[in-house]
Structures are given as C-alpha cells and as structure tokens.
C-alpha cells in the first residue's frame, strides 16, 4: 500500500532514501503548554478534514486523527534498527499504518517490536536494538542537525543537501522536481 507521494515517486524515478529522526514534541521539550496545546489542537482539527480527503483520495487511506504528544523517540530508534536488519522502508509503512490508522501507541517498545515482528525480524534483537545508545544518540544527533537547518515539522524533505520542501507535498509536484533536478542538477 502506498502511503505518501515519495513513496509513489520513487517507483518512477530512481531515489536514494535517507530517512532521519525528527520529533515534534522532544522529551526535553517538556510538557506542552496547556494554551499552546488547546490552539495546537485547534488548528489540526480544523485541517484535519483536508488530510483525510487528500489521503483518502489519493492513497485510499481512511486515516484516524493521532494523539498530540506522543513521546516517537523510541519509534525512531527502532527505525534505526530496521535499518541495520535491513528492512527500513517497510519498519516505516508500518509505524505509519500503527499510528494513523490503527491507533496504536508507537511509543510503547512491545507495540513496536510487534511490528519488527511482523516485518520478520527477529524480536529479541530488535528489542535489544531500542536500548543501543548509539542508536538513541544517533537520532537525537538527527534531530540537531534538522533544527540546525530549520526543519520545524514534518514530512520534510531535503534534495540533494540543497533544497528544503516542508510540508506535505503532491505526488506529481515531487515527481517534476526530482526529473528537473536529474535532468539540471539544480532546482529553480
């Protein structure tokens, strides 16, 4: 199942993916203001009928809203795991399909290594995976470098260490980018 425009691109143009951690809401954040959450909130609510249109029209994905909040660090660490098992693209479609569609708590270990189980990993492994403090200081590395260079939210994108798209981007605005980007070697 196709669950966002990069990954229906990439089955056109060849693509070297590099996924990176990025944290809406990082531990050391702290806890949301509650006026800052109430206005959060606010606004998702009233996108959220937007998002679900385009991901249902586009991506025949029923997508259920999230919680606001949730702690994803662990997630990202497991992505790095996957990624050292090999299996990262489908650790993300999976993570994806958990959170916004059956609601699972991704920031709960046992949720996902019942999904590196599922992707045939081995349990025990991977699970010794989330606690690697490598991995743990390789995302929170990630996320550095990301507001570094202004990222705030996410999907982002970052084409060829020059160009940053933010936010969720069509399919066929993606699909000209990265053919003008191979065909120039710049964007305009």
């Known amino acids: ?7 229906r691109v990439s089955r056109d143009v060849s693509l070297a993916i590099e996924w990176r951690a990025f944290e809406l809401q990082p531990q050391e954040a702290g806890p949301f203001d509650p006026d ?3 206005e959060k909130k606010r606004q998702i609510d009233a996108y959220w009928p937007t998002v679900q249109r385009i991901a249902r029209e586009e ?7 999230g919680e606001l909040g949730v702690d994803t660090r662990l997630a990202h660490v497991g992505a790095k795991v996957a990624r050292n098992l090999g299996k990262e693209d489908a650790y993300h479609a999976e993570v994806f ?5 059956a609601r699972r708590n991704i920031s709960d270990p046992e949720v996902l ?11 025990d492994a991977f699970r010794q995976g989330l606690q690697d403090d490598t991995l743990h200081a390789e995302v929170l590395g990630e996320e550095l470098g990301a507001q570094q260079i202004g990222i705030r939210g996410v999907p982002a994108l970052i084409i060829a260490n020059r160009y940053l798209l933010s936010g969720a981007q069509p399919a066929g605005r993606l699909l000209r980018l990265f053919q003008e980007y191979q065909e120039r070697g710049t964007l305009e």
């Open 113 to 123: 290594v019942e999904i590196a189980s599922r992707l045939g990993l081995d349990a």
């Open 97 to 101: 399909q958990a959170h916004w569609i």
């Open 1 to 7: 199942m196709i669950h966002s425009s990069l990954e």
């Open 59 to 65: 991506y025949g994905l029923e997508l259920k809203q």
């Open 36 to 38: 800052a959450l109430a």
